[in-house]
């Protein structure tokens, strides 16, 4: 009869035990997710110094994890304490070994993935930044309309004239975390430029007869009228040839600019409009930048093609291919040919 008692009760504890590890309860190490299935993701900052100790105690003062104790028995079993100082995102629906594993290999949370591509203007950055729950759109515009707050820490800015920082804006991919201070995106966005004005613009401005703010306005205009990469610096030859002869630049970004508006085809009333952006009513350059160009763009500003063109189009068959000439009659035997 013991034997048997004996046995019974072997299995019994056995079973049990089992039934213990496939649930990760075995000498306090339950580290399963909180909430399986919950979709709430929180920011926890782990500051420098920080042990798995301390961690443990804001994760569950949080509601991220079910007991310290075994997040952190769990921790030092699993050689899991070396953990990295930053910012994580993490949620109830994760485990704590998953959570361990992220802050041993420092997987820390950067902010939201934000793509501002080359030609972007201030409000489309305005809109993609409060899309994503970055910054309200009128905060980083009326920011970003106050270039002064930050000509002091950047050279390049010293010659800006204009009202606001389009062109400077810098065509990056770059991580925001929600509801930042628009001045501290547009720093952010601002040392981007810096970086490629010291090592690549501040060289070639130097022997340029522009300076660097009229060459981000000219590099503005070509990011907007050059499709293929290799009419960059073509297209900016025929800027400055124009401006050479004292010709209007007559660029139709630069009326789409005043307009407010992108149109497939610019028409003869929207030249006329009233605006010290629209080049084919005012000389010179435009009041300020139209665009927020990038590196190629800029360079080409300021190391145009040497050629003598004083006119060009985009060929509208497709192929994005720029067609130039240098005598009026010559454009428009090619406005007939590849627009009409």
């Known amino acids: 009869m013991w034997k048997k008692f004996l046995s019974k009760q072997i299995k019994y504890i056995t079973l049990i035990l089992v039934l213990m590890i496939f649930s990760g309860c075995v000498a306090g190490f339950d580290v399963s ?48 304490t070396n953990i990295k100082a930053g910012k994580y995102q993490f949620s109830p629906a994760m485990t704590g070994e998953k959570m361990l594993k992220d802050l041993v290999n420092g997987n820390v949370y950067r902010g ?51 009202e606001n920082l389009e062109g400077y804006l810098y065509p990056n991919t770059y991580f925001f975390e929600k509801n930042m201070a628009p001045n501290v995106i547009i720093n952010e966005m601002l040392s981007e430029f810096d970086k490629v ?24 205009v070509i990011e907007k009228e050059a499709v293929l990469e290799q009419d960059r610096e073509i297209i900016s030859s025929v800027f400055y040839n124009r401006l050479e002869k004292k010709m209007r630049l007559q660029s139709d970004a630069t009326v789409q600019y005043a307009l407010k508006e992108r149109k497939d085809r610019v028409l003869y009333t929207d030249l006329k409009v009233d605006s010290p952006y629209n ?22 500003a300021l190391q145009p093609a040497q050629t003598e063109y004083l006119f060009f189009l985009t060929k509208n068959d497709g192929s994005n291919e720029a067609v130039y000439a240098k005598t009026y009659e010559q454009h428009l035997k090619n406005k007939e040919q590849y627009l009409d």
């Not at 926890?44 to 991220?64: F, P």
């Not at 409000?123 to 409060?130: F, G, H, K, M, P």
């Open 197 to 220: 004005y010291r090592r690549d613009l501040k060289p070639l401005v130097a022997k340029s007869k522009l300076n660097i703010n009229q060459a981000v306005i000219l590099a503005s």
């Open 279 to 300: 080049t084919y009513k005012v000389s010179g350059l435009p009041a300020g930048a139209i665009s927020n160009p990038g590196k190629n763009s800029l360079i080409a």
């Open 112 to 162: 939201e993935k934000i793509v501002i591509p080359e030609g972007f203007q201030l409000n489309q950055i305005a809109e993609r930044l409060e899309k994503n729950g970055i910054a309200a759109k009128d905060d980083f515009m009326k920011a970003a309309f106050q270039p002064e707050n930050f000509s002091m820490k950047y050279e390049f800015l010293k010659s800006n004239e204009q």
């Open 33 to 80: 997710a909180l909430k399986p299935e919950s979709t709430e993701i929180i920011v926890v900052e782990v500051l420098k110094g920080e042990t798995v100790t301390s961690v443990a105690k804001k994760l569950e003062g949080m509601n991220l994890i079910k007991n310290r104790k075994s997040f952190v028995n769990f921790a030092k079993k699993n050689n899991l």
